[in-house]
């Protein structure tokens, strides 16, 4: 599957989660990642991410869909980390 995760957590946090997504799939802009997942992958950062945020006051939001074909995707400006580079 592919997802986009956006997060609105508090300062002290934000390198925990920042290295945490990074390990699953790609950083796109401050708080967004984007990238190809499995099932599994996406349960496991579930829970890695829950054991750092706090929920009262902090927010993940993950958007998914198939495959990324299936999403339209437009960006205006420079594009902080364009995925055709990786090898």
């Known amino acids: ?11 002290k946090r934000v ?32 829970i890695k991410a829950k054991a750092i945020i706090k929920p009262e006051v902090d927010s993940v939001i993950i958007f998914n869909t198939r495959q990324e074909k299936w999403l339209d995707k437009q960006v205006i400006g420079k594009e902080r980390s364009g995925l055709d580079h990786i090898l």
């Open 15 to 46: 390198g925990k989660m920042l290295k945490l997504c990074r390990q699953y799939v790609n950083w796109i802009q401050n708080s967004v990642f984007e990238g190809e997942i499995s099932e599994v992958k996406l349960k496991e950062l579930i």
């Open 1 to 11: 599957m592919y997802i986009i995760l956006v997060y609105d957590i508090g300062e």
